[in-house]
Structure formats: structure tokens, C-alpha cells
């Protein structure tokens, strides 16, 4: 009795989580007026693309996901190459002042980002950068976040296996590439995904450091939908879906590694 | 010719920590040389710094008589086996064997070649797609040894390779070991905590303790002749026995333990020796071996004991009692079944019969 009680409170829960998701989608599919009539309905009477149309040909739609693409793509290889190497060093190699270096790096992360946003976006305007992907990209290359996770999971990496692959006459790039990387792929996924989404969603800074709409990621350009089309839910909601499709594919794709890479932790062999 | 040779050879980490106290040592070519010690000897130091994996504080290190203290580990010639095999685990047994030589670019059908002709030899043939998770704690090892042997090294190292397995395995794997070594003709430097596994596999053992070099030897005579109480009691098992006590002239030489509770006459032919220690602190070392049931000789010295505790081995049995004021254990035939409380009457072969100072631990008299 008890099991069934839980399970029909799950349903519920469950489905009242995903409501709101259902109706986005629904009203993205409604042309328009449909959404705001009453009684409201859940579901579209006739199924329509032509939100969706709209978007990409007369709004241009299709430039910004290109922009939040590429721009959470290359973010996120990029800052994976930086934070792995820095994770690994830090973690296997000594050198002077490691734990000192560390440490600060890890004290930097109280410093709210929106601190940082107005000496950054001087710095990089400064180098012309402001308005371009790399305005993006730069301060994404590494961050502390990352360089934290990888090296607390690359410590469990035990050290003979890495003076196993010096004896066997490996450089230090190659074990760190042949070896090193390939060990902590739960915990390089689990950074993909953060990173991604993390970029792919980001808001502020883009809003900043990007004042053409045609450079606009996909966040911005839905701000600035919004703004313009107050009275168009169904357009809105159809923006809404372009930007949050992708990344539920990704994680739906990765999640097992998400998962795995959370639990895993320091606890190997 | 694979020589080893270390001269004055010192690790010294910060706060003058000797993990390493200037240690000397040559090893010959084709020697198997055992490396043994309690644990904090420096006996895995000196072997990493043979490997090239810890730096040489202060000394020099000859491999094939050319000077190595700055040479990269891979450029050694050398191969190492951990005592947990760092096996690289997303790699399959085959990609683990190949991998160095993959590294040196090797052409691939010679690498197929030389991976199929190592796990021929170690028996892994049909482990090669598996990984390492898949193997059990020998076949691991054997891969380790296959890793080792595949890049031909003119120095095979082991780090207590064999501590990581259970009893049976560590015996089965020890023989294998040895007849590796017969069948490679290499240089092989072992280190291991285990005397049993020094003695039955080393043609030479060098017995370490504080980072210094006690004693180099063969096996039985470092059994015979062990220069003081450290290498005697390290040595046999069960270890040796020792009693404190005094020499005293007493028509011959008269041996007192220290509580006057067992006291004999040394046989004579030691008079000469043993005189100019009379009436000073010394140590008596009887290994368990020197009890038995029936008088050997005319130097068996009678003793009557009480059983303390009583372990039966099958065809032999350990007794323990108090002599002397110490604990002592012997090895007797297992024939007679005793029980504890038991008082019988034991006789020591007074013939092999150790002395040692009592001060420096050193021996001062043996057969």
C-alpha cells in the first residue's frame, strides 16, 4: 500500500515538474493567440511549425544558435586541454610553490564574477577583442572550478602507474595524454557537461561583452525576443525550446558519465 | 655485461632525513641480488634510485660501468615490476605489453612478434583482450613481468612483487621468478621484507636496516655467519633466540644468563677465542634448530624446561618456554605430541652456539 501511495506522489510530482516544460513546447507548436485563450488548453488543436519558421527566417534565429554552438563548443574543449593539464600538474607534479599557488586559486573563487565583469570587459576592449567570439572565449579558457575537480580526481591516480609509463619511456606529454587523460574521462565528461551548459546558458557576460544582435548567443537574442514581442507568447516559447533542446540532449547523451564522475570521486581501484 | 655498482650512494631528503646512508655495493652480471630489510630499511629507495626514479642526494651509480646519476629512467635500460602492478587499466594485456615499444616506435609485426613470444612464456596468451580488471592478483602480475620482459632491459627490478598475493601464489609465483631468471640470464635486483623470499631465490642477499648496508652474502652463509644480532635474528625463522648474560671463568669458560637461571660449560675448543671476554655483558644466540629431544653430541647441554605454548606443524613442532629469563622458541620433530605445562627435558647442540657483544651487537665468536 505504502508503495503504491509513493509512487502515485512521484507521478504527480513528477508531472507537475514537468508542466511547465510540456506547455512551452506545446505553445511553441500553437500559432498564433492560441495560448492566451480561455479556458486555456494544454495541447495545441493543430500542430504548427510556423513559430519555429518565423524564427529562423525572418529573426535570423539560426545566426545565434550558430553563435552559442560554436562558442560553447570551442569554450568547452579549449577550457578542458587548460584545466586538465593545470589539474594534472597539480596534483602529480611538485614543483615550488604548489600549494601556495593553489590556494590562492581556490580563495579567488569568492570573488563574485560580476566583480571581475567591468575590468575584464576594459581589458578586452582594450585589445579589441569586445563584440568578437573571443570576447567569449578568453575568459573561459581555464577556470578554478575545473582545475579543482581534475585535481582532486587525477590524486587517485595512483603514482606507480605513472612511473610505470616514465620506465616505459614516455615523455611527460605523452603520459599525460596516453595516460592520464584517458583515466579521467568520467570526471573530463562530468566538466564537459558543466562546461557547456555553463556557456551555453550564460547570460550576463554575453549581454555585456556583445552589443551586435548578430553576435548575440542564444540567451541574449531570447532577452531581446522578449522584449520585442511582449505579445507573442507562441514565439516566445518556440525561442524558449530552440535554446533548452540542446542542452537536454547533451546531458540526456552523458548523464550516465555525469553520474558516474560525481560519485566516483577519489575512490579508485 | 650488465653490472650494477653503487658508490657512496646516499638519500637524503630535507630536515637531514637518511632514508639512504652512503651505501656501496657492486652487483655482478647474471646475479640475482636480493634487496632485504624491515620496513623503513631503504632497501625500495635504493632500488627507485636504480631505477632512476628517485634522484641520487650525494655518490655515484654505474650501470654497465657508464655513470647514470643523471640519466632519464627510459634511457637506463632498465625494467621495473611494482608491488601492485601498475598496469595501465583502460588498456587491454596486449596494449599494456606493448606499450613501450609502441612508445620507442616499434614496426607493429615486430611488436606482435615479441607480445605473442612474452605471454607464450608467462601463459597469457589467452588473456591478451582482457583488461585488467578482468585478471586475477597473478595474472596481473604476470602481465607486469611481461611488461618488463618484452623491452629486453639489461636490469630487471622488483619492488616486492609478490607482497600483494596470498600465500599459495606468492610460493607458485617465487619458482616462476627463479626459473625466469635461469631462463633470461639477466640481472635481476629483488627487494622484498620477506627473508624467505631472500633466501630461496637470491644468489646474493644484502641484509639492510637504517639505510645502511648490514651484511652481503649468500644465503647460507649469511645463515652461518651472520656478523651481529641484527642480520642473525633477521635471517632463519623462526628467528633466533637470544639470552643476555656473562662469560665467566670458572675452571673453562662458564656461560651465566644475566638471572643466573641457566648457566653451562662452553665447549672447550672456544676457550681460546671466548677468554678476553670474560666477565663482560654478552649475547647468546641459539636458533631454534640447536634443540632436541636426544643428546647429539658431547657438547649437548641437558636443560629442563616447562612447556609455555606448544605449536604442532605436522612433521615438525615449535615449543615454547622460558630460559634464561626470555622467551624461547625451538624446533623439534613433530612426532612427540606435548601439551602445554609439560616439563621435559630439552639438550642444546652447544657446537652452533653464536656469541655476540652486547654493546655493538656484533659477533664476536661463531663456528
Known amino acids: ?269 | 655485461m650488465a653490472t650494477v655498482e653503487l658508490k657512496n650512494v646516499s638519500k637524503i631528503y630535507s630536515e637531514n632525513v637518511k632514508a639512504v646512508d652512503s651505501i656501496s655495493l657492486k652487483i655482478e652480471d647474471k646475479e640475482f641480488l636480493v634487496l632485504v630489510g624491515p620496513s623503513g630499511c631503504g632497501k625500495s629507495t635504493t632500488l627507485r634510485m636504480i631505477a632512476g626514479l628517485e634522484s641520487i642526494s650525494t655518490g655515484e651509480m654505474f650501470i654497465d660501468e657508464k655513470l647514470v646519476n643523471d640519466i632519464q629512467p627510459k634511457d637506463r635500460d632498465i625494467a621495473l615490476v611494482f608491488q601492485n602492478y601498475a598496469l595501465y587499466p583502460h588498456m587491454t594485456v596486449f596494449d599494456n605489453i606493448a606499450f613501450g615499444l609502441k612508445l620507442r616506435k616499434i614496426d607493429k609485426n615486430e611488436i606482435q612478434k615479441r607480445v605473442k613470444n612474452v605471454s607464450d612464456i608467462l601463459e597469457l596468451s589467452d588473456l591478451l583482450n582482457r583488461k585488467p580488471k578482468a585478471l586475477s592478483g597473478g595474472q596481473r602480475q604476470r602481465v607486469a613481468l611481461g611488461r618488463a620482459i618484452v623491452r629486453n632491459p639489461k636490469v630487471f627490478l622488483f619492488d616486492e612483487p609478490l607482497s600483494n598475493l596470498d600465500a599459495k601464489l606468492r610460493v607458485q609465483m617465487r619458482t616462476e621468478i627463479s626459473k625466469l631468471h635461469q631462463r633470461l640470464g639477466v640481472t635481476m635486483i629483488y627487494v622484498t621484507h620477506d627473508q624467505t623470499e631472500a633466501m630461496t631465490m637470491g644468489d646474493r642477499i644484502v641484509v639492510m636496516k637504517d639505510g645502511t648496508i648490514q651484511q652481503v652474502d649468500t644465503p647460507l652463509n649469511l645463515y652461518r655467519k651472520p656478523v651481529n644480532t641484527f642480520v642473525a635474528g633477521f635471517i632463519g625463522t623462526p628467528s633466533m633466540n637470544f639470552i643476555e648474560g656473562k662469560i665467566l671463568k670458572n675452571n673453562g669458560l662458564e656461560f651465566n644468563s644475566l638471572d643466573e637461571s641457566f648457566i653451562f660449560m662452553l665447549p672447550e675448543k672456544y676457550i681460546e677465542k671466548l677468554e678476553n671476554w670474560s666477565n663482560r655483558n654478552i649475547k647468546l644466540g641459539i636458533r631454534p634448530e640447536s634443540f632436541s629431544y636426544e643428546s647429539k653430541n658431547d657438547n649437548s647441554v641437558k636443560i629442563k624446561i616447562k612447556i609455555s605454548v606448544f605449536e604442532p606443524m605436522g612433521n615438525e613442532s615449535f615449543l615454547y618456554f622460558n630460559l634464561g629469563g626470555k622467551e624461547i622458541v625451538s624446533r623439534v620433530p613433530g612426532i612427540i605430541e606435548q601439551k602445554v605445562g609439560n616439563e621435559i627435558d630439552l639438550f642444546i647442540n652447544s657446537d652452533n652456539l653464536y656469541y655476540f657483544d652486547e654493546l655493538t651487537g656484533n659477533t664476536i665468536y661463531v663456528k
Request: hydrophobic share 55%.
Open chain 1, 1 to 269: 500500500m505504502k508503495k503504491i501511495t509513493l509512487h502515485i506522489f512521484l507521478i504527480i510530482a513528477g508531472l507537475l515538474t514537468l508542466a511547465p516544460f510540456i506547455w512551452m513546447v506545446s505553445a511553441s507548436l500553437m500559432n498564433d493567440g492560441h495560448a492566451s485563450v480561455y479556458p486555456p488548453r494544454f495541447f495545441p488543436d493543430e500542430v504548427t511549425f510556423i513559430q519555429f519558421e518565423r524564427l529562423f527566417s525572418r529573426l535570423s534565429v539560426s545566426r545565434n544558435l550558430l553563435n552559442s554552438l560554436i562558442v560553447s563548443f570551442l569554450v568547452t574543449f579549449i577550457s578542458l586541454i587548460f584545466n586538465s593539464m593545470a589539474g594534472y600538474a597539480f596534483a602529480k607534479y611538485r614543483f615550488a610553490g604548489r600549494d601556495k599557488l593553489f590556494s590562492l586559486l581556490l580563495s579567488s573563487m569568492i570573488i563574485p564574477a560580476q566583480v571581475t565583469m567591468l575590468p575584464l570587459f576594459l581589458m578586452l576592449k582594450s585589445f579589441g577583442f569586445i563584440n568578437t567570439y573571443l570576447a567569449i572565449i578568453i575568459p573561459g579558457m581555464a577556470n578554478i572550478f575545473g582545475i579543482f575537480l581534475i585535481k582532486q580526481y587525477a590524486m587517485s591516480i595512483p603514482d606507480s602507474i605513472i612511473e610505470s609509463a616514465r620506465m616505459d619511456g614516455a615523455s611527460d606529454f605523452q603520459i599525460y595524454w596516453k595516460i592520464i587523460l584517458p583515466l579521467c574521462t568520467p570526471i573530463l565528461v562530468t566538466l564537459a557537461i558543466f562546461t557547456f551548459m555553463g556557456t551555453w546558458n550564460d547570460f550576463l557576460w554575453p549581454l555585456i561583452a556583445l552589443t551586435d544582435s548578430s553576435m548575440y548567443t542564444l540567451p541574449v537574442a531570447l532577452a531581446n525576443l522578449m522584449g520585442e514581442h511582449t505579445k507573442d507568447p507562441e514565439l516566445m516559447m518556440a525561442g524558449s525550446v530552440i535554446t533548452i533542446i540542446p542542452i537536454i540532449i547533451v546531458f540526456l547523451a552523458l548523464q550516465k558519465y555525469y553520474i558516474k564522475g560525481i560519485m566516483m570521486g577519489s575512490v579508485k581501484e
